[in-house]
């Protein structure tokens, strides 16, 4: 039992705490992403200014309730695990994050090569 919420907690934290973390150009990728996002859209569906601006708000609510979610969990594995547990998954982490932003490091890089094409 016990490790099925550890297992359903890693789940559900660490795509989002690895995720929030700034990436190579600085900054926090989900902000990256999400400017992203809405340019892309802007110009694929030709949005207006107005319909623009209120899928930025959108995204970022959405960003908002991710944190407050990752805070949650965050905060209930503290009540579960122990604190070397805790430390350990910490680790488990920033080790997930390294071996991220190696994969998205190269990802990036490829594209900014073929962009330059």
Excluded: C, Y
Aim: proline letters at 3%.
């Amino acid at each position: 039992m016990n490790k099925k919420i550890i297992t359903i907690a890693l789940a559900l934290a660490l795509p989002l705490t690895v995720a929030a973390f700034p990436g190579d150009k600085g900054g926090n990728h989900f902000e990256t992403h999400r400017g992203e996002r809405v340019e892309r859209l802007v110009k694929e569906l030709d949005l207006s200014a107005e319909q623009k601006t209120q899928l930025e708000a959108v995204f970022e609510e959405q960003q908002a309730k991710r944190e407050a979610i990752r805070q949650e969990t965050h905060q209930r594995m503290q009540a579960i695990l122990s604190p070397e547990q805790m430390t350990k998954f910490e680790d488990l982490q920033k080790n997930r994050h390294q071996k991220w932003q190696k994969r998205h490091g190269q990802r990036n890089a490829d594209q900014q090569s073929e962009t330059q094409k």
